[in-house]
C-alpha cells in the first residue's frame, strides 16, 4: 500500500498515544500495510523499526528490548534504533555485527500526546506533525479516542466533516431535521478545504443547552488539513466557550483505519461536569460514525470504488477528494486550484 499511495506516504501519521509505549515492552501498529515496531528507549525516546526481522521473518515485535535495542525472539538478532544488526548470537560467543543484514528504521516524533511516525521511505520529514489543538491551554480540557473504522481516509475525513449526515446517522444525539437552509462557504486551498457554516441559531444537540446557557451565538467551521486530519470548531461568543473534534486517520490498509480523535472543550465552570458524561456522549456519536462506515464499506467492497455520485450540496466531498486523488496519483497533472463555491443545503 504504501508503494501505490504516491505523495500521500510523505506524512506524518499516528501510531499510538504516548501513553500505550513503557520502556522495554514493544508494540505492533499497521500503517499503510506496513507493520511497524515501537519501544520508548531508557531516555524516553521512542525509537520504529520495520516489523520483521531480516533473518527469517519472525516479528520483533514479539522478542526483547534493552535500552536502545530490540533482539528477534526466534535467533536473537539484534538491531538498533536505526535499523542496523548489532549482534547475531549464533555467529560467536559475542555475536557479530553485520550492518549489511539491517531492517528500515522510520523517523518517529513524539507531540501532542500522540507518537508520530514518517512514513516517506527516502523523502525526509520537511514538517512537523500536526499540532493538535488546544493541549495544555488555559480555560480548555481535552482527552484522546481511540477508534478503529472499516474504511478507508478519504470515507472517513468525509463523514466527520459531513453535516447533512448528522440528522439521519447522529438523529437525537447530535442533531434533529429542522428543514432549515444552511448557507455554506466551501474553499479548496493548496492542502486544505475550508468549510464555514452561516446559520445564526445553530446547535448540537442537548449539550448545547447545558453547556451554553446564555444562548451564545456559534460559529461553527470544518476544516480538512492534508493527507489526513480534520477539526471541526463550535466557537461560542468571542471565543469564551468552545467545543472542537479533532481527528486524525491512520491508514491500516485499503479497507482499514485507525482515527486518533481529540475533544477539546472550554466550558467555564460547568466543564468541571463535562468529564462525568462527555466521554460516554462522544463514544456513542462516534460509534454510529463506526457503524455507517461500515455500511458503505460492504457495498464498496461488493461494487467497487466506483464514483459518487454528488450534487452541488456535496462540495467539500468533491473537494477533499480532488485533494487526495492528486496525491495519490504521485503529482501527475495540474495539481487542484484554490476555489471558493458558496452552496445551500437543507437540514
Given at each position: 500500500?504504501?508503494?501505490?499511495?504516491?505523495?500521500?506516504?510523505?506524512?506524518?501519521?499516528?501510531?499510538?498515544?504516548?501513553?500505550?509505549?513503557?520502556?522495554?515492552?514493544?508494540?505492533?501498529?499497521?500503517?499503510?500495510?506496513?507493520?511497524?515496531?515501537?519501544?520508548?528507549?531508557?531516555?524516553?525516546?521512542?525509537?520504529?523499526?520495520?516489523?520483521?526481522?531480516?533473518?527469517?521473518?519472525?516479528?520483533?515485535?514479539?522478542?526483547?528490548?534493552?535500552?536502545?535495542?530490540?533482539?528477534?525472539?526466534?535467533?536473537?538478532?539484534?538491531?538498533?534504533?536505526?535499523?542496523?544488526?548489532?549482534?547475531?548470537?549464533?555467529?560467536?560467543?559475542?555475536?557479530?555485527?553485520?550492518?549489511?543484514?539491517?531492517?528500515?528504521?522510520?523517523?518517529v516524533q513524539e507531540s501532542d500526546g500522540l507518537?508520530?511516525?514518517?512514513?516517506?521511505?527516502?523523502?525526509?520529514?520537511?514538517?512537523?506533525?500536526?499540532?493538535?489543538?488546544?493541549?495544555?491551554?488555559?480555560?480548555?480540557?481535552?482527552?484522546?479516542?481511540?477508534?478503529?473504522?472499516?474504511?478507508?481516509?478519504?470515507?472517513?475525513?468525509?463523514?466527520?466533516?459531513?453535516?447533512?449526515?448528522?440528522?439521519?446517522?447522529?438523529?437525537?444525539?447530535?442533531?434533529?431535521?429542522r428543514g432549515i437552509p444552511v448557507r455554506t462557504?466551501?474553499?479548496?486551498?493548496?492542502?486544505?478545504?475550508?468549510?464555514?457554516?452561516?446559520?445564526?441559531?445553530?446547535?448540537?444537540?442537548?449539550?448545547?443547552?447545558?453547556?451554553?446557557?446564555?444562548?451564545?451565538?456559534?460559529?461553527?467551521?470544518?476544516?480538512?488539513?492534508?493527507?489526513?486530519?480534520?477539526?471541526?470548531?463550535?466557537?461560542?461568543?468571542?471565543?469564551?466557550?468552545?467545543?472542537?473534534?479533532?481527528?486524525?486517520?491512520?491508514?491500516?490498509?485499503?479497507?482499514?483505519?485507525?482515527?486518533?480523535?481529540?475533544?477539546?472543550?472550554?466550558?467555564?465552570?460547568?466543564?468541571?461536569?463535562?468529564?462525568?458524561?462527555?466521554?460516554?456522549?462522544?463514544?456513542?456519536?462516534?460509534?454510529?460514525?463506526?457503524?455507517?462506515?461500515?455500511?458503505?464499506?460492504?457495498?464498496?467492497?461488493?461494487?467497487?470504488?466506483?464514483?459518487?455520485?454528488?450534487?452541488?450540496?456535496?462540495?467539500?466531498?468533491?473537494?477533499?477528494?480532488?485533494?487526495?486523488?492528486?496525491?495519490?496519483?504521485?503529482?501527475?497533472?495540474?495539481?487542484?486550484?484554490?476555489?471558493?463555491?458558496?452552496?445551500?443545503f437543507w437540514i
Amino acid at each position: 500500500m504504501r508503494n501505490r499511495c504516491g505523495l500521500l506516504k510523505n506524512a506524518w501519521y499516528a501510531a499510538a498515544q504516548s501513553s500505550e509505549l513503557r520502556r522495554n515492552k514493544p508494540i505492533s501498529r499497521i500503517i499503510l500495510g506496513e507493520m511497524l515496531v515501537l519501544w520508548r528507549l531508557a531516555d524516553g525516546s521512542v525509537a520504529t523499526l520495520l516489523d520483521r526481522c531480516p533473518h527469517r521473518n519472525a516479528l520483533l515485535s514479539e522478542g526483547t528490548c534493552n535500552g536502545t535495542t530490540i533482539a528477534c525472539p526466534y535467533h536473537g538478532w539484534t538491531f538498533d534504533t536505526r535499523g542496523n544488526c548489532v549482534r547475531i548470537p549464533s555467529e560467536s560467543e559475542d555475536g557479530t555485527t553485520r550492518r549489511q543484514r539491517s531492517t528500515e528504521a522510520f523517523p518517529v516524533q513524539e507531540s501532542d500526546g500522540l507518537v508520530w511516525v514518517w512514513m516517506g521511505g527516502d523523502v525526509a520529514p520537511d514538517r512537523p506533525p500536526f499540532a493538535m489543538p488546544f493541549r495544555g491551554v488555559e480555560g480548555w480540557r481535552t482527552y484522546y479516542m481511540a477508534t478503529r473504522f472499516e474504511n478507508d481516509v478519504t470515507n472517513l475525513v468525509e463523514n466527520f466533516m459531513d453535516v447533512p449526515h448528522t440528522v439521519f446517522v447522529h438523529r437525537g444525539w447530535f442533531r434533529e431535521r429542522r428543514g432549515i437552509p444552511v448557507r455554506t462557504t466551501v474553499e479548496r486551498r493548496t492542502e486544505e478545504v475550508l468549510v464555514t457554516y452561516h446559520l445564526d441559531d445553530d446547535s448540537i444537540g442537548f449539550t448545547d443547552r447545558l453547556f451554553n446557557p446564555k444562548g451564545l451565538p456559534m460559529v461553527h467551521t470544518d476544516h480538512f488539513f492534508m493527507p489526513n486530519t480534520t477539526r471541526v470548531d463550535y466557537i461560542y461568543g468571542e471565543a469564551e466557550r468552545g467545543f472542537v473534534i479533532t481527528s486524525t486517520c491512520t491508514p491500516i490498509d485499503d479497507s482499514h483505519t485507525q482515527v486518533y480523535t481529540l475533544i477539546s472543550y472550554k466550558y467555564g465552570a460547568l466543564g468541571r461536569l463535562a468529564p462525568f458524561f462527555l466521554p460516554w456522549y462522544t463514544r456513542k456519536v462516534i460509534e454510529q460514525d463506526v457503524d455507517i462506515m461500515a455500511i458503505q464499506r460492504r457495498a464498496l467492497n461488493h461494487y467497487g470504488q466506483a464514483d459518487f455520485s454528488s450534487t452541488a450540496a456535496d462540495a467539500l466531498h468533491v473537494f477533499i477528494e480532488s485533494l487526495r486523488e492528486w496525491a495519490e496519483s504521485g503529482g501527475e497533472g495540474a495539481r487542484p486550484k484554490p476555489m471558493t463555491r458558496e452552496m445551500t443545503f437543507w437540514i
